[in-house]
């Protein structure tokens, strides 16, 4: 995409992805309630990752801004040798996926996902959406940042999409880091993430 919304509202463009890439999961496997998000944009099936997203910007020459969102869907494998489980729609249910028939969802999803975007105008139904089937809203999990692991209860994302986590002495906003659910070292820590 070429200058997708106003520069500060380009982070915004993972939520919706996010959002995107759950619905178009959810309708292969059958409006299935098992999905979930993990902030900020991996896609989780009974706590198993599933899907991930990584957005990619650059400016242009002519000083516009072009943005890539890559969307990874395991369809028919899924990696057994990561620090947290992981599975694929062909495990989920029980056949074949074809990457074409997610490929046509995903598409759908997208077109309208972001129309309701609408280049930044519409974050806060794409918040509420993203709240809504966010994984581990609530609970305690684990930050891990380059410099620290914060730990707390994850209470919300910002109006920036910022993770709002209620730590020791307060709130923190958290604006980017690996989340584990659970208390770092863990069993659950590894497992959620």
Not at 36 to 55: E, F, M, Q, R, S
Not at 145 to 172: C, K, M, W, Y
Request: net charge negative; charged share 15%.
């Amino acid at each position: 995409m070429i200058d997708p919304a106003p520069r500060h509202r380009v982070a915004e463009l993972g939520f919706a992805v996010g959002v995107a890439a759950l619905h178009a999961v959810r309708e292969i496997l059958s409006k299935d309630q098992c999905l979930a998000i993990k902030w900020p944009n991996d896609v989780l099936c009974g706590g198993a990752k599933l899907a991930g997203i990584l957005l990619e910007s650059a400016a242009l020459p002519d000083g516009r801004l072009a943005c890539v969102a890559g969307i990874g869907v395991n369809c028919g494998w899924h990696p057994s040798d990561t620090p947290y489980e992981a599975t694929d729609l062909a495990a989920i249910v029980g056949q074949p996926v074809a990457p074409e028939r997610l490929f046509e969802q995903l598409s759908a999803a997208m077109v309208h996902w972001l129309g309701i975007w609408a280049a930044g105008a519409g974050f806060e139904a794409i918040r509420a959406e993203w709240l809504s089937l966010a994984a581990g809203l609530g609970t305690w999990i684990s930050v891990a940042r380059p410099s620290q692991t914060i730990e707390g209860i994850f209470q919300t994302i910002d109006a920036n999409g910022r993770l709002i986590l209620e730590h020791g002495s307060g709130e923190v906003a958290i604006e980017a880091g690996d989340v584990f659910f659970g208390p770092s070292g863990s069993k659950a820590a590894v497992a959620g993430g």
